[in-house]
């Protein structure tokens, strides 16, 4: 047996058992479908209270854009800036 049969029997092995631990896992998880939780009933669900059009903007100010780069870092402008660049920090 040459060098490349014995990489391709146990490449062909490696598969086969792949394949057999796929399919006992989707026969696990397949057994019960998932429930949804209950809908809340007009009666209890509650108004939220009318926020002022001055209270929303301030909130929107202080709200950062919080776009992350890829060492984590996030950007510290205010959300939804005209800007193409971010800044981290």
């Known amino acids: 047996m040459s060098k490349m049969d014995g990489l391709r029997a146990m490449r062909e092995a490696r598969h086969a058992e792949m ?19 209950p809908a809340a009933s007009a009666a209890t669900r509650k108004a939220a209270p009318v926020a002022s059009a001055s209270v929303e903007a301030d909130a929107d100010a202080d709200e950062q ?20 660049s971010h800044r981290y920090s």
């Open 19 to 37: 394949q057999k631990r796929a399919g006992a896992a989707t026969k696990k998880t397949s057994a019960r479908p998932p429930v949804a939780p």
């Open 65 to 84: 854009c919080g776009h992350r780069n890829m060492s984590g870092r996030s950007c510290t402008r205010e959300r939804g800036h005209a800007a193409k």
